[in-house]
């Protein structure tokens, strides 16, 4: 891995082969597949019509918004000196930090699908299927939703990392759709990615707070992906990226959606210490539903 003398393969990562796709599309053409397959990365514009676009950036905005209020005790917190850290359900616990998200810098709004009719049906829109497809295979489930908005007041990079560096999932490779739901530019914090290392598997990555795990710190063959709104910049779990300061002075507005072949497990246990201890199935009912199986698309279940 040119220029990652420092970049290490995660623990659990043995005898990783990357999985070449072949067989009939339903979104890609063949030249987007390959360049995916060799770079890990391909970007798709105008992949989301317009007026969907602005129904989905005003049920974002209502439910990130949310996240927003629930932020400003943490960050009242800190600035007295108090740590405000996540409690195992991921939510508040005492007086206790909201894991990486920080008001006036980034927020994280998780498992929106269970709490949006018009999100959930999102997650199974025919091109996201069709994509999910063309790229992970013929049974998929939503493996993980959220909506990301990076503001302004604090400009800050967010890490390279790999997402499956976050949770060690099996098979390592999924597929993460980064949807713009505003325009996404280098000025305020579009994807960067570094192509071609996704072939190596999952790297091992170390936690820098407050911004989250890192695989390395840098790279020389970094590029920038800047997209319009309603375009994805569609990668692999296995893609290093980061996104860049915000120094536009306005909200950046991300969407992203990622899919697991039916049959994923999240491994359990410290990486640092040793094997994994467990397993666990991804298949949560209410948001990692089935969206494709045996090659027939699968409606989001019911509430």
Known sequence: MRGNLDAQPHPWNTGFAWPDHDGPLWALRAADRDRFDRDGFVVLPDLVPTDLRRDLEAELDRCESEVARRLRPAERDR?????????????????????????????????????????????????????????????????????????PEKPRRFPWHQDNGYTFVEPQHYLTCWIAINDATVDNGCPWVVPGIHRHGTLAHRFVDPLGYECFADHPDKLAVPVRAGGAVVFSSLTPHLTGPNTSGTVRKAYILQYAPNGAHALLGDPAVGEPTGRARCDAPDRQFPVLTDNRAVPPPVP
């Open 79 to 151: 600035e007295a000196g108090r740590d405000r850290r996540a409690g195992p359900d991921g939510g508040e616990s005492g007086a206790r930090r909201v894991t990486i998200s920080e008001a006036g810098a980034i927020t994280f709004s998780e498992h929106l699908v269970v709490r949006s009719p018009l999100l959930k049906e999102f997650a199974a829109h025919p091109i996201l299927v069709a994509l999910a497809h063309d790229l992970v295979g013929p049974s998929v489930r939503l493996y993980w939703d959220q909506a990301v908005y990076k503001k």
